[in-house]
């Protein structure tokens, strides 16, 4: 059974820093690309950053340049997202997705992801 577990979210100041853990099982983690997207109330679900299938390459979203670092532990099959500089407009609940085939230029494209976590709240207070 496929399954991608999202945990780390909560409730944070503004300036405050969180990570959140993607746990995958039931794939093959390396063969996949693993992407963050976002949706907060009454707006459109948004890409914010992934890792490439493949070689591995990093993507951010302009809201997430500079502030948020993904990285992945392929001995946990864990992809992170530390988020530093929150700010309430980060506000959304976050969700982890694995697909097969996660480059430029489909990265942001929801259809490209297979696989959906159940996503992890986060709240920014200003």
């Known amino acids: 059974e496929v399954q991608l577990v999202e945990s780390g979210g909560g409730l944070v100041q503004a300036g405050g820093s969180l990570r959140l853990s993607c746990a995958a099982s039931?794939?093959?983690?390396?063969?996949?690309?693993i992407g963050w997207f976002r949706q907060a109330p009454g707006k459109e679900r948004e890409g914010v950053s992934c890792?490439?299938?493949?070689?591995?390459?990093?993507f951010y979203a302009d809201s997430a340049k500079g502030r948020f670092t993904i990285s992945s532990d392929h001995a946990k099959n864990t992809v992170y997202l530390q988020m530093n500089s929150l700010k309430p407009e980060d506000t959304a609940v976050y969700y982890c997705?694995?697909?097969?085939?996660?480059?430029?230029?489909?990265?942001?494209?929801?259809?490209?992801?297979?696989?959906w976590g159940q996503g992890t709240q986060v709240t920014v207070s200003s």
């Open positions: 997705a694995a697909g097969p085939v996660i480059t430029i230029p489909n990265m942001w494209e929801a259809n490209e992801y297979e696989y």
């Open positions: 039931g794939f093959t983690f390396d063969d996949y690309g």
């Open positions: 890792i490439s299938n493949g070689d591995r390459v990093a």
